[in-house]
């Protein structure tokens, strides 16, 4: 399986984006979808994930309310719509993608994600 990470670029505070992870090969395995980032001289972190089905979507606290993940199951590709973005979000996107059909409380562990993408780069300026 390979994770196609796109949609990052340069924004302004204030500025909407739209980050999307297409799988290729052996997809239809993956129940769980996820994205993670990591800022310049800060360790990787979670910022949301959603499974295949009848999960609800899971969002850390510094994206909760301004972003939203989604996920085309024919396709098995996962959206994440990020609004009133900050200077603070400024971080290489990851898409993420498990096997498993992960509970709330292991969403936010990348050692429960099997694959992962190549990461997307999103800068905001202030």
């Known amino acids: 399986v390979q994770l196609q990470a796109s949609g990052g670029g340069l924004v302004q505070t204030g500025d909407s984006l739209r980050l999307s992870c297409a799988p290729s090969?052996?997809?239809?395995?993956?129940?769980?979808m996820g994205w993670f980032r990591q800022a310049p001289g800060k360790e990787r972190e979670f910022v949301a994930a959603i499974r295949r089905a009848f999960g609800t979507p899971y969002y850390a606290d510094s994206v909760k309310g301004r972003s939203t993940i989604s996920r085309d199951n024919a396709r098995n590709t996962v959206y994440l719509q990020m609004n009133s973005l900050k200077p603070d979000d400024t971080a290489v996107y990851y898409c993420?993608?498990?096997?498993?059909?992960?509970?709330?409380?292991?969403?936010?562990?990348?050692?429960?994600?099997?694959?992962w993408g190549q990461g997307t780069l999103v800068t905001v300026s202030s």
């Open positions: 090969g052996l997809t239809s395995g993956l129940c769980t």
């Open positions: 993420a993608a498990s096997s498993g059909c992960l509970i709330s409380s292991s969403y936010s562990s990348d050692i429960r994600y099997n694959y």
